[in-house]
């Protein structure tokens, strides 16, 4: 392939972004390019990193998995908004987020397993993720009551900022123990379980108290005894004094 014609399918591409306004498919673009799949990807790759080395630009080229789109960069998002209307901002609080975060590495996966891995109820925080087009319902799953599977969006990974699922960061086993330490503490927490502990704990430690407090009080009665003991001896020394001192003289002395 020529320079001219590797050219022409970059400019074919970027006019079918722009025109869309969407994320497009790879076979889309083939279809415009009358090519095959790994000829119009190649295409996109190119133009895409022609847009990122591209300092003076506006626009990049963005892959959502197996779609391409063409969007804003987000260093020029405080320029927009002077002239756009603002998007409203969706807040996501730490339960929201933490959902969103187990259905993305165990996609598909169903609520009863969230909830099971979270250790609470996980119907709120799913449902507020379909809401926000985060998560879509991705199947059902083959068992009893046909429960229905969930997995991230396009929207997910747009907006996080990775061009697949398999992208995402990976998790060292030091971080899934602490994440497993946190759900325990947050399980315990709603149920109540540690302040059962911390109650307990505080129990041992005034028993603790306690017994050192009489241990304490033993030895206080213990060293008063001896003090009584050895005031006593010396009484019945002094009485035995008196009792030689005023003894008779013997007829020998006389």
């Known amino acids: 392939m020529t320079e001219e014609e590797a050219r022409r399918q970059e400019a074919v591409v970027e006019a079918v972004l722009f025109t869309m306004g969407r994320s497009v498919e790879t076979r889309e673009l083939a279809a415009a390019l009358e090519c095959e ?11 895409a990193r022609r847009y990122g080395e591209s300092g003076a630009c506006g626009m990049q080229i963005i892959r959502l998995e197996k779609r391409w789109q063409m969007c804003t960069k987000k260093e020029y998002y405080d320029a927009l908004i002077r002239v756009a209307k603002a998007p409203k901002k969706q807040t996501l609080s730490n339960v929201v987020l933490e959902t969103l975060s187990i259905i993305a590495y165990k996609q598909p996966v169903t609520k009863t397993e969230i909830s099971k891995i979270r250790g609470v109820s996980s119907d709120f925080a799913v449902n507020k993720l379909v809401e926000y087009g985060l998560v879509y319902e991705a199947g059902r799953l083959d068992a009893p009551g046909r429960p229905a599977l969930f997995a991230t969006t396009e929207e997910f990974l747009r907006r996080f900022g990775v061009d697949s699922r398999k992208d995402l960061p990976t998790v060292t086993p030091d971080q899934e123990a602490e994440i497993a330490q946190e759900v325990e503490k947050e399980v315990k927490y709603r149920f109540g379980l540690e302040t059962s502990e911390t109650e307990a704990q505080e129990s041992a430690e005034d028993a603790a108290g306690t017994g050192k407090a009489e241990a304490d009080t033993a030895g206080t009665g213990k060293a008063e005894t001896e003090a009584a003991a050895a ?4 009484a019945d020394t002094d009485s035995t004094g008196k009792a030689e001192t005023g003894q008779e003289p013997s007829p020998e002395e006389g």
Do not use: F, I, S
């Not at 005031?231 to 010396?234: F, L, N, Y």
């Open 37 to 47: 799949d790994a000829e119009a990807e190649a295409a996109a790759e190119r133009l």
């Open 231 to 234: 005031g006593k001896a010396e």
